[in-house]
């Protein structure tokens, strides 16, 4: 029940900040891009453009919703409140994940693609990930410019090697590699069961680790685990 509430509220602060009304309006434009390209184009290009934004708006948005939950207090009261570090990370993965699959399916469509099975596995494990990697940077940052330098990296490190693997520029060994597994499922191209369990391990890895950053940054603001 709490994590059910959570979800809601998380869904709310979205809508009240225009999250959804952002993503409505770069939706658009993405459709527009789609149709304005090529035909044998749209396909990597939808790839591109889910992988790159939809799929990743849990890296690039963590930073200001948990800066705004500070300024708020909106932490202070969770530090002290029932709730668990974990279902709160899950609550604000599965609000951000939701959104990411409207996204991607519209584009999807768009895009006149075939494998949308895959492609929303992918894209919801791909927001999984962002979101995990979104929570870490922003539980230790004071600041939205300290949240975007810490994110440098992890872009770089998730972005490019995804990008390269798509046109097939990379060693065969990196088709195991996460981010790149959930661009071959994004993309339509098979997995291995190898890929997949690559995909689950990393995501259980930053839960944890993302988990222990939330606990930290409530103790920080005078909580205490309950």
């Not at 890296?59 to 969770?78: D, N, P, R, Y």
């Not at 279902?87 to 469509?109: D, G, N, P, R």
């Not at 291995?192 to 680790?209: E, K, R, T």
Request: charged residues 10%; proline residues 4%.
């Amino acid at each position: 029940m709490k994590l059910k509430h959570l979800f809601f509220m998380d869904m709310r602060f979205q809508a009240k900040y225009g999250f959804y009304f952002l993503y409505a309006v770069l939706t658009v434009l993405y459709v527009a891009i789609l149709h304005a390209l090529p035909r044998n184009w749209t396909e990597n290009a939808a790839a591109i453009l889910i992988f790159s934004d939809p799929a990743s708006m849990g890296l690039f948005f963590m930073g200001a919703i948990v800066l705004l939950e500070k300024s708020q207090h909106t932490i202070c009261a969770l530090a002290v409140s029932p709730v668990r570090a974990a279902e709160y990370i899950l609550a604000k993965t599965a609000s951000l994940s939701a959104v990411s699959l409207v996204v991607a399916a519209v584009l999807l469509s768009a895009a006149g693609a075939e494998h949308f099975r895959p492609a929303l596995l992918g894209t919801f494990l791909s927001s999984v990930l962002f979101t995990l990697c979104g929570i870490i940077a922003a539980a230790k940052t004071a600041s939205l410019n300290q949240f975007i330098l810490r994110t440098v990296p992890v872009e770089i490190v998730c972005f490019v090697p995804a990008i390269l693997h798509l046109f097939q520029v990379t060693p065969a060994w990196l088709r195991y590699y996460p981010m790149n597994v959930c661009m071959d499922m994004i993309s339509g191209h098979s997995v291995s069961a190898i890929g997949i369990f690559s995909v689950m391990a990393a995501a259980a890895v930053l839960f944890v680790f993302s988990e222990y950053r939330v606990l930290k940054m409530w103790d920080s603001m005078g909580g205490a685990n309950l």
